[in-house]
């Protein structure tokens, strides 16, 4: 059988990255178009976090003037401080979703929240007014009560089907899953809950990050079995599954030091190489049919985003016998600083090309 | 209750440190002894690996030269050219032990074996001549059947249960236990087999090793409730657990490259600090009284030391009110190279006192 040679998705979206702020914002921003992808999803952790429509405006108008091609979607920092009516001006504004971290579980996370029910107001006027939630799905570690980061997100999922349920038309992403259990949660939830996965937690099991700084994210990558479910919900094309690359630019030497915080240098780098890295992982499955759905129309339906008539972008095998370039890193700033890219390295196999 | 202030301990010995060689053995096996420690007992896995009695006795040889009042009980390397004549050689020349490591799983273990049955007439000669079967204690990592470096140790305890059912009388150690079913396995086989237990496995979980290169080690730290048996069985006073640190210098550069090889830079360094680190783990969770045994008696009994008339090594509560000197890395070599030891910037507590 002939090796597929050239798949075009239409306008490929990943509803999940971080493009920082500074310098390395304005060598990351970029790279969303380059690693083939035309709509952001825009995470909201920040320094300070973004909790006003106000910061996330301007911050959409910042990255614009970085990519004017790329369509940024914006979110909110869920915080004591966001009001029914802030979510009401939100969306009024144009920002879809909100986003919920558990108090230090990752990077910029200090703010986070430790009561979901003190926020079933705001719960409520998102449902009303069609804002997404978008859940960091992780309890934080407690050693007394068994909790670590591996059962963390398993954890978790009670905390999603207690919301799913006061708010069942609330629409929730759960996002960058990583176990066998989340899987099978949001299968159970139905339509209005969905669950991003990242194209690294397709790729790496717990071993991949054991003494591996540059392949540590949180939530982390867990056992085979659970890097399996992620590949065969994705194998399936499961409407409620799709692109988040949850890509975290990191610089290199927060990632080596000797005494980093716990998780706050988690995050792996994907967006210059985001969409011929999901084909190369993709065919290593046998899922390369399911890359239109996975990385574009499924999260586009489920958002409401257009579906039809989009102009495509089209993700081709490397011509070239050896398979192509190196993946490189990338540096930042005018100190030298260096953002190391997954699979730094390695070959993809696959480009993207644009016709235009 | 007055807190106690200082300790002594009859002679304590260290049933698993790696002292290396060049550049780096000559900053480490000094360090030995000021960590409190009277007796190393040596891991044989060189480039070459010690694999021969001539080899084994040369590098005590150089060890001794390096620090002529440490006491270094010597081991080989179980390799398919091991015979039963040279166990036989070794076991007169006064060398300890025979370390097994499975292949691939961590520094050095490229020659490491696939198959003990093969190695039953070593083992057979072993058990005659009283050498000690040292057991890495992992599986090789296989994704297709699940086993990745969380369930490497549990699903190794079936060879250590099989080669204790076929040598009874062999002593067999369980080196460096991570797991609550490790130390069960450990008890049920009874006083033949004994198991190690390394400082940083009392301390830490998979969180401290998540994104942080230098609390990596083989086997890793796991879950909260896997640390809580191993200090529950410390704080026993168990006989058949001891004191292995598996300290294990790595090159600071070979910890936080973007591309490192499995397993081949795991390794935590607690040489320098051994004695006043055990004092605060072990009163961190009330095994204070049990640190004698622990760090010295337990492991001369099951190995057959002497364990009366010894001089005794203090670990005395620091007096100062902010607790003493930060622990620190060691350089070594002429190229600027370092070793980073484990709890790097924090605080001991207690210090090693000499009497001499």
Known sequence: ???TSSITIPSPADFHVHLREGAMSEVVTPHVRVGGIDVAYV????TPPIITTAHALSYQAHLQSLSPKTTFLMTLYLHPSITPAEIQKAAAAGIRGVKSYPR???TNSDGGIENY?????VFGAMEKSGLVLNLHGEVPSDAERGICVLNAEETFLQHLFKIHKAFPKLRIV???ATTAAAVEAVKKCGPTVACSITPHHLSLIVDDWAGQPFNFCKPVAKYPSDRKALQDVVASGHPQFFLGSDSAPHPSLSKTTSSPCHGCAAGIYTSPILLPLLANLLESFGALDKLAGFASLN???FYGLETEGLKGVEVRRVAEKDGG???KRYGFGKEGGE???FWEGKKLGWEVVRNE
């Open 1 to 3: 059988m002939a090796s």
């Open 43 to 46: 995470m909201p952790n920040l």
């Open 104 to 106: 230090g579980v990752t």
């Open 117 to 121: 029910e003190d926020y079933y107001e």
């Open 174 to 176: 759960l996002e960058h």
């Open 299 to 301: 999260g586009r339906k």
């Open 325 to 327: 370039d190196l993946v």
């Open 339 to 341: 953002v190391v890219t």
